[in-house]
């Protein structure tokens, strides 16, 4: 009897090793996936230069219209700016992250990755561009128009965790245009409701960076990671 109970039990850890080991395997293969497309989509966009400069143009003329328009600007208006700037700066950038790719192309991709690591790929990529951008626009507009937070790295940790929640969106709705035949009234029309909540939690959380008597609400906080983290999930759940 002890010796088909030691038995039973060397069969249930060997048992649980092989599916620990094979879930192992499964997500260094999909890591390295993630990685090499994500290496893809670097190459090309440092070969395809004129995109990225492109960004870079409207990002800069964009602020110094401002600067030459605006004397002063208040708290909230340079705040409300920044934002409105950074989510036409997503949109530019992310909005073409699947316009590149052909059927034949996305068939390819297709016979050699999952469609949720190719999906994983487009927001690894996605979120770290459009935080070279939003960490550009929030360089610029100190330069042209002041600094009027209390604390910059506060708000600088905000517009990171902005710059990947606008990122994440954007390229969950490139994704249902593409499949769409490009459709951009599909983005723009699905964009608005899901884009406002976060433009308006967003804001909420900044405005603790230009007033020293606010903290800023971890309740906010964990409210928007955890939009984050849903549009995460549908992203890899829906897209095909």
């Known amino acids: 009897m002890l010796f088909f109970l030691q038995d039973r039990t060397l069969r249930i850890v060997a048992y649980q090793l092989q599916i620990i080991?094979?879930?192992?395997?499964?997500?260094i293969k999909a890591i390295n996936q993630i990685f090499t497309l994500f290496k893809k989509d670097m190459l090309l966009e440092?070969?395809?230069?004129?995109?990225?400069?492109?960004?870079?143009l409207y990002i800069g003329a964009t602020i110094f219209v401002l600067y030459m328009a605006l004397e002063e600007t208040e708290n909230s208006t340079w705040n409300g700016l920044f934002w409105v700037i950074q989510?036409?700066?997503?949109?530019?950038?992310?909005?073409?992250?699947?316009l590149q790719e052909s059927k034949g192309r996305m068939l390819y991709y297709y016979s050699i990755c999952s469609p949720a690591v190719f999906m994983l790929a487009k927001l690894l990529f996605n979120s770290l561009l459009i935080l070279v951008m939003s960490l550009v626009s929030f360089l610029l507009f100190i330069l042209f128009l002041g600094n009027p937070t209390t604390n910059i790295l506060e708000f600088a940790g905000i517009v990171v965790l902005g710059?990947?929640?606008?990122?994440?969106?954007?390229t969950f709705l490139a994704a249902i245009a593409a499949k769409a035949h490009q459709n951009a009234a599909?983005?723009?029309v699905m964009g608005f409701p899901i884009i406002i909540p976060q433009l308006l939690l967003l804001m909420r959380i900044s405005k603790a960076a230009f007033a020293p008597m606010l903290t800023i609400p971890v309740s906010t906080i964990?409210?928007?990671l955890a939009l984050d983290g849903l549009i995460i999930l549908l992203s890899v759940v829906l897209f095909p």
């Open 21 to 27: 080991i094979f879930v192992a395997n499964f997500l």
């Open 163 to 170: 710059a990947w929640s606008l990122s994440l969106v954007f």
């Open 46 to 56: 440092v070969r395809q230069q004129y995109s990225f400069y492109g960004i870079l």
């Open 186 to 188: 599909i983005m723009a």
């Open 222 to 224: 964990l409210l928007l």
């Open 87 to 98: 989510l036409f700066v997503c949109i530019n950038a992310v909005a073409k992250s699947f």
